[in-house]
């Protein structure tokens, strides 16, 4: 079984790159005693697998990691396994950490997954400002993994100095457009691409201080095309502000759905402790 | 998250390091005064480290300041700018912080609002080099001076700083001990030769004397070390478990100026592991010292440590989490690194320890390749031992290991030299019993002289020496495939001289250095020799004579007025003892030969075992199972007189 993790990179936070998400979530995980799983072998290393990795400098409300817990550390009704989800969304077995057992929220019976609002908040705690655990929930870790199953990611961006009615002109226009072809440097060569057919959804959706704010959905395969890419063809003169992941979308039985959703019983503990 | 109080109220320092944030964060001397100055109620301590040049250039583009990483916080806004000095070639970028700082970058040209500029750390038992530059410097520990000069500045800041008073607070730091302004001594010269450092007033002391913390126990610090969110060099919980070393190598500044050796209780060592650990989440601890193989009980340490047993808190069903004391194949039990091995420490049963948790890297330091340049240099370790060292780690595991030589030592002729190659391929040759994959990677440095040791009289090999004692290793060593040869630049290793026994003139040719851009000379990529050369011809200055040249027993030397706790006569006679190959035995277990550390402050080593660790012949030249074994005293007693033996023996 794996707990599936989503997470927020949001402030200064973002400036770190990915490699460093995953150092500091390992310690994280060592922080609170969260049970799991080694690779075998002469170095063994915490086994973790995160989805897209997010571009240095990005926020992000939707980051995900799945962590394989060792099987000892369930306990009690995890013997139904996956198919099971009726059974493990009323109770789920509890998770055993350093610190003692975290049983599932009984708040969110709604969810097809057991939810561990106890353990998302622990994390959240264990980790740097900016980062913060926003679901943990139980997976059977069948299925292709994250970074194979997610197939578009929700953006929110910033032109800088672009105002609202300039923005919406430059988004119809690419959209009308059969091909849009940009530059990128790609290890160290100039490679242009059409990224057109990459482009799902884009809208403007409101303006800051800086100027226009769009939301794009981008799809994730064959490569990730980012809003950064997007910018120079909307606006060539302008440049992107704030970018932020809102959302890694896959694409399973039951239509669009994303890995994991935020917890509301988790975020209404936040609430009341901010409050 | 720590997070530093701001207010005028407060006392406030800028803990600067004059490298990367990558290089510095990770310093302990700069962690221990963070804290210390933080939990003051009237006082904050922030950080600042050195920015690369990109950055660098971006700041002085947009007119931005040095900043502290804390609360990005303007540089100049301190009270006092300290830096750490753990290296002579991070000076030029001592000043470049200085001038990012918006301060002028001579001392003598500030003005009363300006901050004052301090500096500490091992390099500042040689301060003169940044003497025009520094405002201050810490002679040796800085845990209890660190109070003390905050209590002084303190007292100038709340009453205005007002204009003309700056000389008088400069006077008043003078006076705390171990606390050395230059700008209160005078200096006077006879052509090239040194005649006299003079204090300007009568209450200013001729001699600084170094500070010295009795007892670690008292300072167990830091309690909250700060984890980086970025990957930095050293990213692991350290926890220093002795401070001093009393091996009495002759080429280890470290070693001479830190004594006496002062073991932090074992009971408090696990107590900071496990706590550090659990805070930080790291999987990997540094039991650090000169030397951490001689901590007392030092294989029971680290098998505690690697099994969770030094943890205090509940195995409360953890099938993870390194509560588990059970020594099975648990992988997320902790790593151990040890730094600063000495061979005849390193047992069989310290490897075994080591080895249980992932094998983290090992690095011996024979220093010397034969047997009679390891006793000119007193590191007393036999052929046998290095061999007993290497089998044990290739026995438990290993397949690699390095060692670390140092080349231009006194005396050395190539035979010494050549029996590098001839000691490394034996190791390697030990390891091929044990795996096909074995083999030893070998690191020469070039010996630069430092002050306050027996060889700070001897004049250092000039670069083509260097160069040609490294073809030498490379030609012994032949086709061996099993050893690798790695060196450091014999160039670098000449800058490095200047600034280590430089005088107050060498200033001028470290700011010219730094005005042509010299910043980050430690990185190779930026080390010019060339500007050195020219900033020293430029600036009238023989570079011959500062670097290359051996001084005479009488000659006064700069750092003379700096007081390192050794007599004078206790290193010139250890030098003529080192150029007629006698050894020194280590006197944390043999008796007192007064070489001053102890006697002259009243205090004494504390350490938890009487006799030296086993394994090895402990390079004594005795047997330390019958004889000459001195008790020892766990707590520092009050001696009747100046001046008496310490160790209680003879």
Known sequence: MRLRVRFSKTGKIRFIGHRDVARVTERAVRKVGLPVAYSEGFSPRMRMSFGLALPTGYESDGEFVELPLVDSALVDGAQGGAGASDDVAAGGPAIVCR???????????????????????????????????????????RGPS?????????????????????????????????????????????????????????????????????????????????????????????????????????????????????????????????? | M???????????????????????????GLQILYELVNERPDASAERAYAPWIDLEAEMRTHGLPLFSVDTHRAAGEFDIIAFNLSAELVYTNVLNCIDLAGVAVRSAQRSDADPLIGAGGHCAFNPEPLADFVDFFVIGDGEEVVGEITDVVGAWKHSGKRSGTREGLLRDLAGIEGVYVPSMYAVSYDG??????????????????????????????????LVPVTEVVHDRLSVEVFRGCTRGCRFCQAGMITRPVRERPAAQVREMVSAGLERSGYDEVSLMSLSTADYSGIAELVRDTVTGDASPHDTAGGASGYGTADAGADPSRISVSLPSLRVDAFTVD?????????????????????????????????????????????????????????????????????????????????????????????????????????????????PDELSRKVRLVRSALGRNRRVQLKWHDPAASTAEGIASRGDRRVGAAIEYVWRKGGTFQEWSERFDLALWQEAMSACGLDLDWYVHRHRGEHEMLPWDHIGAGLHRDFLWQD??????????????????????????????????????????????????????????ELRPRQLAGAGAPAGGGA
């Open chain 1, 99 to 141: 610190g003692g057992a975290h049983a599932p929220c009984e708040h969110e019976p709604e969810l097809d997954a057991p939810s561990y609002c106890t353990i998302a908040e622990a994390l959240s705690e264990a980790l740097p400002v900016g980062m913060e655990v926003s679901a943990a929930v139980l997976t059977d870790g």
């Open chain 1, 146 to 275: 994250l970074q194979a199953a997610v197939r578009t990611c929700g953006w929110r961006f910033e032109i800088v100095g672009l105002d609202e009615a300039a923005a919406a002109k430059a988004v119809a226009a690419l959209l009308a457009a059969g091909t849009v072809v940009t530059e990128r440097v790609h290890k160290g060569e100039t490679v242009s691409s059409d990224i057109r057919p990459s482009v799902e959804v884009l809208q403007v959706v409101g303006r800051s201080d800086l100027g226009a704010v769009l939301s794009a959905e981008l799809s994730a395969t064959p490569r990730v095309v980012r809003p950064s890419e997007l910018v120079p063809a909307l606006a060539s003169a302008h440049d992107m502000g704030k970018a932020r992941r809102t959302h890694q979308w896959t694409c399973g039985a039951a239509g669009r759905a994303e890995p994991a959703v935020p917890s509301r019983c988790a975020q209404r503990q936040k609430e009341t402790l901010s409050g």
């Open chain 2, 2 to 28: 720590q997070q530093p109080r701001v207010g005028s109220d407060f006392t406030s320092w800028l803990l600067a390091y004059p490298d990367t944030y990558e290089i510095g964060l990770p310093n302990q």
């Open chain 2, 192 to 225: 090239a030769a040194l005649v006299e450092v003079t204090p300007r007033y009568p209450d200013v002391p001729p001699l600084v004397a170094k500070r010295t913390v009795a007892d670690l126990a008292d300072w167990p610090y830091p309690r909250r070390q």
């Open chain 2, 350 to 462: 310290v490897a075994a320890q080591v080895s249980r948790a992932r094998r983290t890297g090992l690095t011996f330091a024979p220093e010397a390749g034969s047997w009679r340049l390891r006793q000119i240099i007193n590191k007393l370790i036999t052929e046998e031992d290095l061999y007993g060292a290497v089998r044990s780690a290739y026995s438990q595991g290993w397949h690699r290991m390095k060692l670390y030589f140092l080349t231009g030592l006194p005396s050395e002729m190539d035979p010494d030299t050549e029996a590098i190659a001839h000691l490394a391929a034996n190791c390697a040759r030990i390891g091929q019993e044990y795996t096909k994959r074995a083999s030893v990677t070998v690191s020469l440095g070039g010996f630069v002289p430092k002050p306050h040791t027996p060889f700070q009289w001897f004049g250092q090999n000039p």
């Open chain 2, 575 to 632: 030098w003529q003892d080192a150029l007629a190959g006698h050894g020194l035995p280590d006197c944390r277990w043999t008796p007192c030969y007064d070489c001053g550390a102890c006697t002259e402050y009243g205090i004494e080593h504390i350490v938890a075992s009487p006799v030296a660790p086993n394994g090895g012949s402990q390079g004594t030249g005795q047997d330390l199972a019958t004889g000459h074994v001195v008790p020892v």
